[in-house]
């Protein structure tokens, strides 16, 4: 049976309330009355289209309701009695004036939001001796790896949800089957949830099964991430049963041994962890060992192997519009691991290459070790290619540009950035009559070599392009 989608809903007015209620395209509807100044239990019910799960949050449960504890409970015992769904109530409260009747169904829950408490499983068992319908323990994932002490310490025989909030805890909203849970949370109340559409659309977890095989984004912040949505449209678009979700962690070794728990099969690798997934996988290839670090990993035969499609990612947008590269000259703005990238594919090209950074002396280090120029900063005009590696106008600082407008000097600027899609620097190119190419060509390049080392089969690059533009622009759509 699949995991249902709950959409948490939180006004202020219960007109306000009712209209989010009725908007919703969940399975269920947890309407939060905590937050409610004109609180109409009957109101909140009355019409309902779709079954509702009744919350009156404490505060010293993280709600906001911080009235008397007895007006709290007569709002769920009225739930009750009027035959709403489900009722949440706390696991601490004092439960003993609520009725029972069979229409209703307990959800009793806890939350923990400053970690993953130590003694997790005995909270748990002694929820579970309460004789609730449903418990819901929702904790605080400071690490990733607490994902897997929720999942071993929920793993009993009676209906649950486990959630591990925030960053480090998506799998769990996203994958709720992983953690045997029976529905999970959308919406903006808590932290890490996720609109539920996109719950629906891009994680599809109305499809996913026990058995659904798992991939995943790694690294820290992912927030800003559009691998999910291309890879997840890619599966959906090849009929393959597979979900690819965000590993938010900067400990390599870590994320290796959360990704073996959870039987992740491959993983994008990200910032900061190219090198130290490096250091623990053997099986590499030529590319990757030359450059000493990898950007992908596959689960093959109990063993990691690791790939570099660093390289081919930058270069796809050249191979793919015929632009040869030999002889140009080339300046690489900035100093960090993604002028590495830049360096090493440039020189592989034959192209005349300088490194140019704030940094003179960064610049400097980086230059001799790849035996080119060092640039001035800004770089002197009369370049053929111009690459932009900082990430200088990155979302959500988007008018920020690396160099002034009128140091855009040139025949061709590559801004590796890709949300936004078109940044300053690319615009400022436009306008001064420049060819542009955005970091999105990048992005894509690598990520449909990802995806057919992976699967073996040839990915559809255009639907994996389309679903990241659709990312960007909702993302944007947010500010």
């Known amino acids: 049976m699949p995991a249902l989608i709950v959409e948490t809903v939180t006004a202020s007015t219960m007109a306000e309330l009712r209209a989010a209620r009725d908007r ?16 109409d239990v009957g109101g909140a019910l009355d019409g309902r289209s779709r079954p509702v799960i009744v919350t009156c949050r404490a505060a010293w449960e993280g709600g906001a309701f911080d009235g008397d504890e007895q007006t709290r409970l007569a709002i769920l015992r ?57 418990l819901k323990i929702a904790v605080t994932a400071r690490r990733l790896s607490d994902c897997v002490t929720l999942r071993d310490e929920t793993a009993i025989d009676h209906p649950h ?35 539920v559409d996109e719950l629906r ?151 005349g290459v300088e490194v140019s950074a704030r940094r003179r002396e960064r610049a400097a280090q980086l230059a001799k070790e790849f035996g080119v120029q060092v640039g001035e900063w800004p770089p002197r005009p009369g370049w053929d290619l111009l690459i932009n590696t900082t990430p200088v106008g990155t979302w959500p600082d988007v008018e920020a540009i690396p160099i002034a407008e009128q140091a855009v000097a040139g025949a061709m600027v590559y801004d590796l950035i890709y949300n936004p899609e078109e940044t300053a620097l690319l615009k400022a190119a436009r306008r001064r009559g420049a060819r542009i190419i955005g970091g999105l060509e990048m992005l894509v390049g690598q990520a449909c070599l990802q995806f057919e080392w992976w699967t073996d089969r040839p990915a559809p690059r255009d639907v994996m392009l389309a679903a990241a533009r659709r990312f960007l622009t909702q993302r944007q759509a947010e500010r």
């Open 161 to 195: 949800v486990a959630i591990a909030m925030g960053p480090a805890g998506r799998i769990s909203r996203l994958v709720p089957l992983a953690f045997g849970s029976l529905w999970t949370y959308g919406g903006t109340a808590a932290p890490g949830q996720s609109p």
């Open 201 to 351: 659309e891009t994680f599809c977890v109305h499809a996913q099964r026990p058995d659904t095989r798992l991939y995943a984004v790694a690294g820290a912040p992912l927030a800003h991430s559009a691998s999910p949505a291309m890879h997840n449209a890619a599966f959906a678009e090849l009929g393959i049963d597979a979900v690819y979700v965000p590993l938010e962690t900067a400990d390599a070794d870590e994320l290796l041994t959360v990704a073996e728990r959870f039987g992740v099969e491959g993983i994008s690798v990200t910032a900061p962890l190219k090198t130290g997934v490096f250091a623990r996988v053997t099986d590499r290839d030529a590319l990757g060992t030359r450059t000493g670090a990898l950007n992908t990993l596959k689960r093959e035969h109990d063993a990691w192997a690791g790939r570099n499609y660093d390289v081919a990612g930058f270069l796809s947008p050249f191979d793919r519009e015929g632009i040869a590269l030999a002889g140009l000259r080339c300046v690489v703005l900035g100093a960090g691991g993604a002028a590495r990238t830049a360096l090493f594919a440039l020189q592989e090209r034959g192209a």
């Open 24 to 39: 919703s395209t969940a399975d269920l509807v947890e309407l939060r009355l905590d937050g409610v100044r004109d609180v």
């Open 78 to 134: 009225r739930a009750i009695e009027l035959g709403a769904e489900y009722v949440d109530v706390e696991w601490r409260a004092d439960r003993r004036s609520l009725p029972r009747r069979s229409g209703t169904k307990m959800v009793l829950s806890h939350h923990d939001f400053t970690c993953t408490p130590g003694d997790l499983g005995d909270r748990v068992r002694a929820m579970a001796g309460e004789g609730a319908d449903v």
